[in-house]
């Protein structure tokens, strides 16, 4: 019965064994199935932000390209504009010129001396108007000034502002990554946390499955002890019965003391041997039962050392896995502020050729408004010499014409 009782609770210990490692290894590919499916959905957020960014920058291209259109239009638009003003005026100056010329014509053949008269007033008129134009050329030189004064002080104002901003976005920058450090700081200690109640947790059930065997072990024995005291008791009051009954026959055959002597002898003799043997068959019986109990408690030590072997492997195993993860982290950490830092980069460079690109363009319109300016300062002039040269012609002429008018006077007067 004893054998059997140890079978069955060491077949239930096995079973109890079997159904915990199974149990390790179905809550280890748990975690790996969790963490496998954590990468993914990291993979995917990073394949969403990076098509957005993708998007956002097609966006931002397209925008662009139809503000340089654009642009491209108002500039040919206005450039149209100012080729029809300019024909419109030639046309109409030559009308004028030829409209002078007819009534000048007429003037001159009706009134000679008032014509005289108006001309003076016009040479008049026209000194007052080149000090008119003169006076205005000086204002739009002010006015001039005053806006390239106003556009370097807006140039300024604007670095300011781009200066500012820079700084609040570096600030903000640095609150997110202290942010960030907090919350990882955060969930490493959590991490630990967890994990040193985990141990404290195995450590206190193997602490209750010891004291439960040794427990057990200890009843076990005490019972094995009352057993035992009770066949002693037994076989101790047995031999007190026997010792009366022979005590009793004893009386009774002293009679015949002498015939049966040599029997009671032989009996004792017999007697003695059993004895002697039982004692013998007890003593092995006591060794074998040390032996064993000392096999068992060689194999009790031998499955402690196995496992605290086994245990010391998981350990190192799983402090192996902790590193190994944690330098998985390390190198995306280091690939991730790779990738945020050429990002900036680029952004800074796009931003650094965007102004360039703004200032070349200003200082292109500036260049173009300048010659366009210095290209009508050009065309006045030589309209005003034009209009000298034609008044000296015609002052010429009538100064001619009136000699020759006055020559005659005189040939026929004489």
């Not at 790996?32 to 957005?52: F, I, M, N, W």
């Not at 966006?59 to 662009?64: G, H, L, Q, V, Y």
């Not at 002078?100 to 007052?128: D, G, L």
């Not at 050009?378 to 034009?386: A, G, I, L």
């Amino acid at each position: 019965k004893e054998k059997k009782k140890r079978k069955r609770r060491r077949e239930k210990k096995r079973k109890e064994k079997r159904k915990r490692k199974e149990r390790e290894k179905k809550e280890k590919r748990r975690e790996e199935k969790r963490r496998e499916e954590k990468r993914r959905e990291e993979k995917r957020e990073k394949g969403k932000r990076r098509e957005k960014k993708r998007k956002e920058e097609k966006r931002r291209r397209e925008k662009k390209k139809k503000e340089k259109r654009e642009k491209r239009k108002e500039r040919e638009e206005e450039k149209r504009e100012k080729k029809e003003k300019r024909e419109k005026k030639e046309k109409r100056e030559e009308k004028e010129k030829r409209e002078e010329k007819r009534r000048e014509k007429e003037k001159r053949k009706r009134k000679e001396k008032r014509e005289r008269k108006r001309k003076e007033k016009k040479r008049k008129e026209k000194k007052r108007k080149e000090r008119e134009e003169k006076r205005k050329e000086e204002k739009r030189k002010e006015e001039k000034r005053k806006e390239e004064k106003r556009m370097r002080r807006e140039k300024k104002r604007r670095e300011k502002k781009e200066k500012r901003k820079e700084k609040k976005r570096k600030e903000r920058e640095e609150k997110r990554k202290r942010r960030e450090k907090k919350r990882r700081e955060k969930k490493e200690k959590r991490k630990e946390r967890e994990e040193k109640e985990k141990r404290k947790r195995r450590e206190r059930e193997e602490k209750e499955k010891r004291e439960k065997k040794e427990k057990k072990r200890k009843e076990k024995r005490k019972r094995r002890r009352e057993q035992k005291e009770k066949r002693e008791e037994k076989r101790r009051e047995k031999e007190k019965r026997k010792r009366k009954e022979r005590e009793k026959k004893e009386k009774k055959r002293r009679g015949e003391k002498k015939r049966k002597e040599k029997r009671e002898r032989k009996r004792k003799e017999k007697k003695r041997k059993e004895e002697k043997k039982r004692k013998e068959r007890e003593k092995r019986k006591r060794e074998k039962e040390k032996k064993r109990k000392e096999r068992e408690k060689k194999e009790k030590k031998r499955r402690r050392e196995e496992k605290r072997r086994r245990e010391k492997k998981e350990k190192k195993r799983r402090r192996e896995e902790k590193r190994r993860e944690r330098e998985e982290k390390e190198k995306r950490k280091r690939k991730r502020e790779e990738r945020r830092r050429e990002k900036k980069e680029k952004r800074k460079r796009r931003e650094r050729e965007e102004k360039e690109e703004k200032k070349r363009k200003r200082e292109k319109e500036k260049r173009e408004e300048e010659k366009r300016r210095e290209e009508k300062r050009r065309e006045e002039k030589r309209k005003r010499k034009e209009e000298k040269r034609k008044k000296r012609k015609r002052e010429n002429k009538e100064k001619r014409k009136e000699k020759r008018e006055e020559k005659e006077k005189k040939r026929k007067e004489e």
